[in-house]
């Protein structure tokens, strides 16, 4: 079944119906996916898990056609991604069909990704038949059925996003269940492709806000997401994990998500850990930058990831452009030489770290799956405070959780809101940050202040000053680029 004969959740967004109804029948996708002759995403994953390499992925997208087959071509040709990206525009996100196909036409620079409802399935195929690399999904949208409709229809074997993750980070008004009941079409219709020999890999957003997010936070979202995903019929789960910068705990963050998979889902289901490589304030300088971007692979490898999305040098300074794309993929495939099996981390302090954050995703989501409704349950949680996430701008979400950085640089918890967490875990959190903030309650001034320092972490680590107007400041770096533009709308999500 298609997931676009279902009616919009909650909305009457303007669907594409010319792209509708001429859309494959998912038998017919599905014997074009195996037609291609190439692997699926799920299957290039499958292969890396087992060869303990990390695969590496880029954020690309633009709105031209042309453009974008370009993009993705230099991209395979110059750095051999395993795994390449369709990002797609915010009309098409908020399924604003119209205003993406006005603007295609109109000035497709403008867009902020590839409109690929307006541009058409045959488009997308044309993109996958392009490249030796199978295609991912990434967009952002609470409500993705149609463009689920149409990336299946283009041959794109993997999808990103969920209810909570791709609704809470990034949409105000947005109820949570309307999110919730379009992902669960989407997963069904993952479970009905699977019946025709076709695994889709549904990757979850766990990055969330992507700033200060504690790992227990980002798990338990991916863990409900995930139950509800494999209950639809989902047979390949990725969940996505933000790198936080304090290698210790990525790495038991990392190494939990397949104990957390053992614990909570079906046995038989793919299930694979992917960082997605810093995403908080960049370092202005390369060699900096490059430092971080290194050390983000070095913590995916020693994580057991089987995927990392890549970030490259430029991202202080905007959009990066395509030749600092296939230098971040290049840097960060170092990591995979077997020449660095001498780099580790202790693993006493990851196993430590690691039984905390177990036991506080535990206190978040066992309550939840006990419930008989499951949507109605994280809803309800949400709206009372017993699940939460920072900085978020959704009225389905509190925020009434701060995060700061302990003294070693870990993300914990500075306010817990209502999170329900065991007494244990909260002594915990409060000795650890006792060095940080001291006795007593801070001031506004003094909270905001050490907010603003974490945010700002690395730039700190490498002692950057504020903004550079000399040698290493924004005018020479546009100097230095002046001869590869930054293309538009290449998109970073």
């Not at 791709?166 to 669960?184: C, D, G, I, R």
Request: charge should be negative.
């Amino acid at each position: 079944m298609s997931v676009t004969s279902i009616p919009s959740a909650g909305g009457s967004a303007t669907v594409p119906l010319a792209c509708a109804t001429s859309l494959p029948t998912p038998s017919q996708s599905a014997a074009y996916i195996a037609s291609l002759g190439k692997p699926t995403a799920a299957q290039i994953l499958q292969d890396c898990k087992d060869r303990g390499r990390v695969a590496l992925q880029p954020r690309c997208g633009v709105g031209g056609h042309e453009e974008m087959k370009r993009l993705l071509t230099t991209l395979e040709e110059e750095a051999r991604p395993d795994i390449l990206t369709l990002t797609i525009d915010s009309h098409t996100r908020l399924k604003r069909f119209g205003e993406a196909r006005r603007t295609l036409h109109l000035r497709p620079a403008d867009l902020n990704g590839y409109p690929l409802v307006a541009h058409g399935w045959q488009r997308g195929r044309e993109l996958n038949e392009l490249v030796d690399a199978p295609l991912e999904i990434r967009h952002g949208s609470p409500d993705a059925r149609l463009l689920f409709d149409v990336s299946v229809a283009s041959g794109i074997t993997s999808f990103e996003g969920g209810g909570i993750s791709y609704n809470l980070p990034y949409s105000k008004a947005v109820p949570l269940a309307e999110s919730l009941t379009a992902w669960q079409d989407v997963d069904r219709a993952c479970g009905e492709l699977a019946e025709h020999g076709v695994i889709v890999d549904r990757e979850l957003f766990g990055t969330l806000t992507a700033v200060l997010v504690p790992p227990s936070i980002s798990l338990a979202v991916s863990v409900l997401e995930a139950v509800l995903a494999t209950r639809a019929g989902v047979r390949c789960v990725s969940v996505a994990y933000p790198q936080g910068g304090h290698l210790v705990q990525d790495v038991a963050a990392l190494r939990s998500i397949p104990v957390l998979a053992e614990r909570y889902l079906p046995a038989g289901v793919q299930v694979h850990a992917v960082l997605h490589e810093f995403m908080g304030v960049f370092p202005r300088k390369r060699d900096n930058a490059e430092d971080l971007i290194l050390y983000g692979a070095l913590a995916a490898r020693l994580g057991g990831a089987s995927k990392l999305i890549t970030k490259t040098y430029q991202e202080a300074y905007g959009i990066p452009d395509t030749a600092a794309n296939v230098a971040g993929l290049r840097l960060a495939n170092r990591a995979n030489s077997p020449l660095l099996d001498f780099v580790t981390v202790d693993d006493g302090r990851v196993t430590e770290e690691q039984r905390w954050i177990l036991d506080e995703v535990a206190d978040l989501v066992e309550p939840l799956l006990q419930r008989p409704d499951l949507i109605e349950a994280v809803v309800e949680a949400f709206a009372e405070g017993r699940l939460d996430i920072p900085f978020s701008a959704s009225r389905s979400a509190r925020s009434d959780i701060i995060p700061r950085r302990d003294a070693t640089g870990a993300i914990r918890y500075r306010t817990v809101g209502a999170l329900p967490f065991a007494p244990a875990r909260l002594r915990r959190n409060e000795e650890l940050l006792h060095r940080v903030d001291g006795l007593g309650e801070p001031g506004i001034d003094t909270l905001m202040a050490g907010l603003t320092g974490d945010i700002n972490y690395f730039r700190g680590l490498f002692r950057e000053s504020e903004p550079h107007t000399g040698a290493h400041g924004p005018e020479r770096w546009r100097n230095a680029t002046a001869a590869t533009p930054i293309a538009p709308g290449e998109s970073r999500n």
